[in-house]
């Protein structure tokens, strides 16, 4: 790397170019990934939001699965997103019977956590790693963090109403993920900060 970290956004579904711009805006270069063979020229890499039962089949259905499992496991930064977020979960609470995922972080996610009627909402969430401005954060049918591994670090929790303390952020090294969308906000610390997770790794 030469100081700029070239960052590739997964994409098969969801908010690719808003990932692009925000990635952008922190410093880095983009790319689409869509095949397995464009995975090695990548420092990091952002997996959206979407519905992860889809983006699974379509993983696997682009031949992209097992690449992007052995980069993970060789310590490629990836952030994920909501859907990403479950794509980058060593387990699934309430998986659809056939649904695989990526791996890497070891939790479990629960998709749809909040509720069918909570399609979605928003809410203020002092995150430290991000500073003491709080992050408006943005929902939409998403999951949560049911249970973390020893080497995770809990980044956010739900601050307000039934759910609150459920973990919404997390971090396991070069794996950063949460279950909210930031791309959608204009805010670009979340970005920021995977951009210097990638960097550092770099
Ligand atoms: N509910 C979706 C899923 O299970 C995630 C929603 C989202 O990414 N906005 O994949």
């Given at each position: 790397m030469n100081g700029i970290p070239h960052i590739g956004v997964l994409?098969?579904?969801?908010d690719v170019r808003e990932h692009r711009h925000a990635l952008e805006a922190a410093g880095a270069t983009t790319t689409t990934i869509r095949r397995p063979e464009e995975v090695a020229g990548i420092d990091g890499l952002v997996i959206p939001g979407g519905e992860s039962t889809t983006m699974d089949k379509l993983v696997r259905a682009f031949g992209l699965q097992s690449s992007l499992r052995e980069a993970i496991a060789s310590g490629l930064p990836v952030y994920g997103s909501c859907a990403g977020m479950i794509m980058l979960a060593d387990r699934i609470a309430d998986a659809r019977p056939d649904q695989e995922t990526l791996g890497g972080l070891d939790i479990t996610v629960r998709r749809n956590a909040f509720g069918r009627q909570v399609d979605s909402f928003e809410e203020d969430l002092h995150i430290r790693a991000l500073g003491p401005q709080p992050v408006r954060a943005v929902f939409i049918r998403a999951p949560w963090v049911e249970d973390v591994g020893e080497r995770v670090e809990v980044l956010a929790r739900v601050e307000s109403g039934q759910a609150a303390g459920r973990i919404v952020a997390v971090r396991q090294g070069s794996l950063l993920a949460t279950s909210f969308h930031p791309e959608v906000t204009g805010d670009h610390r979340v970005h920021q900060l995977f951009v210097e997770i990638v960097r550092n790794r770099s």
């Open positions: 994409a098969v579904q969801g």
